[in-house]
């Protein structure tokens, strides 16, 4: 189960992201839709049962909803409401908030084809706080009417996800920024979330597509994380096997985890990863050595910070 909810998901989840919209290093373009859905099918019967979407991700809420709509048996589908700001950069409040977060609602049920939403995670502006009283209480309305069955927050940084967890009632997931080389998160927020049974969504734990074949393309802005990359790469070379397995098997079998999401629109990529998934954890001492790596420039462990 996923965190206190009844959301039966698989350890490995698909982002899908990439499906909807232009992104990653180089933003390439996603694939015609027929080769989207055919991905989503096949990931779907490979026994993937958590799909994560937002209502910013271009088309990926359509293409879901076009892959799964007419199916009897669906995988749990959470999408992301946005959380927007005014022109002087406040965020939305009052009636102004209540009305938008229903018109996202509202459109995600659209797009996906579904009478109510499985779970809708706050999709928190890129820093400061953002929970309140009028943001719970349109939550609370929208799930008395039925719209939607469980709520949770897609963070970023460090104090956003420790405010999410004073509302553990409330917002029942945590989605966060995690991979091998961003553990900074790691001891002061994984264990909260067991404690207070809140569901643990990892993404990023390619970095964006630094983790893979992508490492050694990167510009000369980005020289620090590269170096850190190559470091990690030597160590998968090691155990021989690819540094996309060696990323996705250090955070896909982090302890205290319920989803990691992949993120790919490429089907060799998706069988790579789930044949990875299927070899199972890394030797403690790979683990270990692993957690020795060190990123000269923490700023660019944000992607958001990225000059490319």
């Known amino acids: 189960m996923l965190g206190t909810t009844d959301l039966e998901v698989s350890a490995l989840g ?38 994560d979407t937002a209502a910013g991700y271009g088309r990926s ?46 459109n995600s049920l659209r797009q996906l084809g579904m009478q109510v939403l499985d779970l809708v995670q706050i999709h928190a502006p890129a820093r400061g706080s953002f929970v309140g009283p ?12 039925g719209l939607v069955r469980y709520w949770g927050a897609s963070t970023y940084g460090e104090e956003q996800p420790q405010q999410v967890l004073q509302y553990a009632k409330e917002l029942r997931t945590l ?48 020289a620090p994380i590269r170096r850190a990359g190559q470091q990690a790469k030597g160590l998968a070379g090691e155990l021989g096997i690819p540094l996309p ?18 993120g790919t629109a490429d089907h060799r990529e998706l069988a790579a990863n789930l044949a990875a998934y299927a070899a199972g954890p890394l030797p403690l001492d790979m683990v270990a050595r692993i957690e020795e790596i060190r990123t000269e420039d923490e700023v660019l462990l944000n992607p958001g910070n990225w000059r490319l």
């Open 61 to 106: 809420e359509e293409l879901l909803g076009k892959a799964f709509s007419s199916w009897a048996i669906r995988p749990v589908i959470a999408t992301k409401a946005t959380i927007h700001q005014r022109e002087d950069g406040t965020l939305l409040a009052g009636p102004s908030l209540f009305r938008h977060l229903e018109d996202s609602v509202l």
């Open 14 to 51: 698909l982002g899908t992201v990439e499906l909807g919209m232009p992104y990653g290093i180089g933003d390439p373009a996603p694939p015609p839709d027929t080769e989207c859905i055919r991905l989503l099918h096949r990931a779907f019967e490979a026994g993937i049962t958590y799909f």
């Open 175 to 222: 989605q966060v920024a995690y991979n091998l080389l961003d553990r900074r998160l790691k001891h002061p927020i994984f264990r909260s979330c067991a404690r207070l049974g809140v569901g643990l969504i990892l993404r990023s734990v390619f970095l964006k597509g630094v983790l893979s074949d992508r490492l050694e393309t990167l510009p000369e802005t980005l």
């Open 245 to 262: 397995a060696l990323a996705l098997r250090y955070a896909a079998f982090q302890p205290q985890i319920h989803v990691a999401l992949i």
């Open 134 to 145: 009028e943001l719970l209480a349109a939550m609370a309305e929208l799930t008395r009417r």
